[in-house]
Nanobody, 125 residues
Framework: QVQLVESGGDLVQPGGSLRLSCAAS????????MGWFRQAPGKEREGVSC????????AYADSVKGRFTISRDNAKDTVYLQMNSLKPDDTAVYYC??????????????????WGKGTLVTVSS
């Protein structure tokens, strides 16, 4: 069965960096786009970033462009989210998601069919 396991969440000060990882199993990882989403307390889930199956095409939410970088290692069945210049507004549970196809539909969750359980990122001084 499909499994997505996120890791790397932590408490970090504003301006700091974190790298999230998502280990995937149970499907052909190199045939599917992957995405990162987040949900802050009291808010709806929002798309953060998406990467195509090959890794050549990426998409980002406007709120994280220039600060976050998505990448993947198809040999390790793992997708990453490098987060720099973190702000308190980035505080959320971050979820990894598997896309239905090899391409991204922007950063919308409509294109995703499996989700991890999430990892908590807290940005606070």
């Amino acid at each position: 069965q499909v499994q997505l396991v996120e890791s790397g969440g932590d408490l970090v000060q504003p301006g700091g960096s974190l790298r999230l990882s998502c280990a995937a199993s149970g499907f052909s990882f190199d045939n599917r786009a992957m995405g990162w989403f987040r949900q802050a307390p009291g808010k709806e889930r929002e798309g953060v970033s998406c990467i195509s199956s090959s890794g050549r095409i990426t998409a980002y939410a406007d709120s994280v462009k220039g600060r976050f970088t998505i990448s993947r290692d198809n040999a390790k069945d793992t997708v990453y989210l490098q987060m720099n210049s973190l702000k308190p507004d980035d505080t959320a549970v971050y979820y990894c998601a598997k896309a239905k196809y090899y391409y991204c539909s922007g950063v919308r969750d409509v294109g995703m069919d499996y989700w991890g359980k999430g990892t908590l990122v807290t940005v606070s001084s």
